[in-house]
């Protein structure tokens, strides 16, 4: 199947290369199919190809808000954060969605520009339809934390576990936030109670000896550690617990 999508679009394109200028259907066409190309590119890790799709699809077509995205999300993996916001800059000018409202905050927040993220996001919660509402709820937690607004930071975090229970990333970043504002005991009470329902993540475990280091409990830590050691998924992560043992000893 694979291969005969290949084909058609390589024929497509080919066609289309026999004559300088393309009818309006045909380049519209053709411009969609170097944007799937992209895409595909993208999601195999292939930046320099994505970049040659997306770049040809904003060619043919200027104005395409999910080609303009998809550049802006290419420009922040290569590091260029100021050509990313551009892009999404230019993303929404032609066209106001939910999905590039959250990606665009996404990336103010990695800039450090959290009021701005906040507004968007505000924005893209006004779409029920968009189907990542625990993200969006996720990056506000985020956007308001940046600010100082912790109360406000752990209502949009536990909302976003509403969306998605089975998923850590809200009850980790809850962890994390009390950690910020020292509140050293909720974070502990946290991480041990996500820690005991998945007993070789390492992440958490990360989270939880920092918190026991702070607060000076370290036979605490060697025990978590060991116990971690236990369940430890890879070799890698039974490593990074000897190595932590040997260093609070």
Known sequence: MKKSILFICLTLLLSACSSSQYEP???LELAKIHYQMGIDALNKGMLPKAFVELMESDKLQPGQPDVEDALAYAWRLRGNLDKSEYYYKKALAHGSR??????YASLLIQMK?????????????????????????????????GQGLFDDAIAAYRKAKLFRPSDLRAQMKEADAYVQFNRLNYARAL????????????????????VLKKQNDLPAARKMLKTFHQHAASDLDKAWANDELENIR
């Open 25 to 27: 259907e045909k380049q």
């Open 98 to 103: 939910a999905s590039t409202q959250n990606n």
């Open 113 to 145: 520009k959290y009021k701005k993220a906040e507004t968007l996001l505000r924005k893209a919660l006004k779409d029920p339809r968009y189907p990542n509402q625990d993200m969006l709820f996720l990056n506000l937690g985020d956007a308001l934390l």
């Open 191 to 210: 991480y041990e109670t996500i820690l005991r329902k998945n007993k070789g993540m390492r992440a958490i475990a990360e989270g939880l000896l920092d």
